[in-house]
């Protein structure tokens, strides 16, 4: 498995960019509302709803994914979890509060940057682990809270790789505890079994 974040393969493959104006990430179909003026430039997370911010078919990688949204209040933004199913699991890889898993914690937004994750101006969501995946994948926004919300997103996605025997898929493990006990330590990531790489934690 390539450890470089920014490795391409040498084969031919395909870029796609999904976002609320191009859904599929079809070719040439962005930029097209309003005579391309951004006439799409977000949607709608309905109160109690969900988004699914990709859905691809085939084999392929995604590179990057960005959102912000219209709420920066700690409440809305702790309503908010993120999925990720890969390869037809009906158990997601990734189920945690959307701010969480960016590295922000509470609901607190934060400036911050490092190798996988980035809030330049402490307004967005972005995170550019590779993601692997041989079938399909799929990532849902989830709304707990009472009110609609405005989300901008972007997924940035290769389709087309021919992944090895050696592809590993991307997990990402939530917990909390309500409250700790005293004298007792408390778990991070439980035990777990096979072939696979620690990129880190959030605290």
């Known amino acids: 498995m390539k450890t470089n974040i920014n490795y391409m393969p ?15 990430g079809r070719k040439g179909a962005a930029g097209k509302k309003r005579h391309g003026r951004k006439g799409a430039a977000f949607v709608t997370l309905p109160a109690k709803g969900e988004y699914v911010i990709a859905d691809i078919k085939g084999s ?9 949204f219209s709420n920066f209040e700690p409440d809305i933004l702790r309503s908010l979890t993120i999925e990720m199913y890969w390869d037809d699991s ?3 890889a990734v189920q945690a509060p959307l701010p969480d898993f960016f590295g922000h914690t509470f609901g607190g937004m934060a400036t911050f940057e490092n190798i996988f994750f980035s809030s330049p101006k402490g307004t967005s969501f972005n995170c ?3 993601m ?8 849902i926004i989830k709304n707990q809270a009472k009110i609609d919300l405005v989300m901008f ?4 996605v290769t389709i087309g790789e021919v992944h090895g025997d050696n592809m590993l898929y991307f997990h990402s493990h939530w917990r909390r505890e309500n409250f700790t006990k005293l004298r007792e330590d408390f778990t991070i990531l439980p035990k777990v ?3 696979g790489k620690f990129l880190g934690c959030n605290l």
């Open 132 to 139: 692997s995946f041989r079938k399909n994948a799929k990532i």
């Open 128 to 130: 550019i682990i590779p």
């Open 60 to 68: 392929g990688t995604i590179r990057r994914i960005w959102s912000t």
């Open 90 to 92: 009906k158990k997601p």
């Open 153 to 156: 997103y972007e997924v940035d």
């Open 10 to 24: 040498e084969r031919k493959i395909e870029t796609r960019w999904l976002t609320g104006e191009n859904p599929k």
């Open 193 to 195: 079994e096979g072939r």
